[in-house]
């Protein structure tokens, strides 16, 4: 069932279908109890369809993470109205549990659906190939790449079974050429799993590469300044003379 969550009447945002969600003049500011005492997002209306990717940008501090906590019910808007299936949340660290191996890591999110351990590993490990994980479903968090962290946690995030994801800056820890390669995987991960996903990311480059829409938030408190289609098909390079441009087009929107 999806989630809807309003605090006051206002007019329904249009359906977005099973998998989609919609988001409709959502504000939400942190209070001391009492009152509000720092707004982090004005009325934010957005919409991202079913399977696609909504990239999200904006400087540091404009609400980025907030929104998707909102999203995935982990707060409350003031105002406003989200209609959203159940969505999953990557956090911008990957929050592995470093006695657990890299298969039972990424089998948690079966677990606390009920699966016994045995059957929740097993479905794991089907899927541990395909991301480029076999043959380290017994190693340590401490025994992977930063890289193979960041695939084991999607994968734990995938394995939730949630029509939406919300990704936090999966790759903001990542080398360059880690980052680079991690873009590309997500892409594939994404063709061959489709979902609708909220993509935060302080990289511009990044959003326009793997999003189909982008929107640009502005400093805190965010609100929507631009929202940029990305028509071209995938795999996109950094040097595509398209995403050059889109690139500009988002920077400019954000130094405005």
């Known amino acids: 069932m999806a989630t809807e969550l309003q605090t006051r009447p ?3 945002p249009p359906s977005q279908g099973p998998g989609g969600l919609s988001l409709s003049g959502v504000s939400h500011a942190y209070s001391d109890g009492r009152r509000a005492v720092l707004p982090v997002l004005r009325e934010i209306s957005l919409h991202a369809r079913r399977d696609r990717v909504l990239g999200i940008v904006g400087p540091s501090g404009c609400g980025k993470t907030t929104l998707l ?3 995935c019910a982990l707060q409350r808007p003031d105002q406003g ?3 959203c299936p159940p969505a999953a949340l990557m956090p911008q660290n990957d929050l592995l549990l470093p006695w657990f191996s890299a298969l039972d890591n990424a089998a948690l999110a079966l677990r606390f659906a009920g699966a016994p351990r045995a059957e929740a590993r097993r479905r794991a490990a089907d899927t541990f190939a395909q991301l480029g994980l076999g043959g380290f479903e017994d190693a340590r968090p401490y025994e992977l790449s930063g890289g193979m962290r960041q695939r084991v946690a999607f994968l734990r995030t995938l394995l939730s079974g949630k029509p939406v994801l919300c990704l936090d800056e999966p790759f903001g820890a990542l080398d360059a050429i880690s980052r680079a390669d991690m873009q590309a995987w997500l892409a594939e991960a994404l063709a061959r799993e489709p979902r609708t996903v909220l993509l935060v990311t302080h990289d511009v480059e990044e959003a326009i590469i793997l999003a189909d829409r982008v929107a640009v938030l502005s400093p805190r408190p965010g609100r929507v ?5 990305i028509p071209m098909p ?7 003379p398209e995403v050059v441009a ?9 130094r405005s």
Do not use: N, S, W, Y
């Not at 995938?234 to 040097?239: G, K, N």
């Not at 889109?246 to 954000?254: D, G, I, K, P, T």
């Open 246 to 254: 889109l690139r500009a087009r988002a920077l400019e929107a954000l």
């Open 234 to 240: 995938r795999p996109r390079a950094a040097t595509d």
């Open 225 to 229: 300044v631009a929202e940029l289609e």
């Open 81 to 83: 109205v989200i209609r």
């Open 69 to 71: 906590e909102l999203i």
């Open 10 to 12: 206002k007019p329904a």
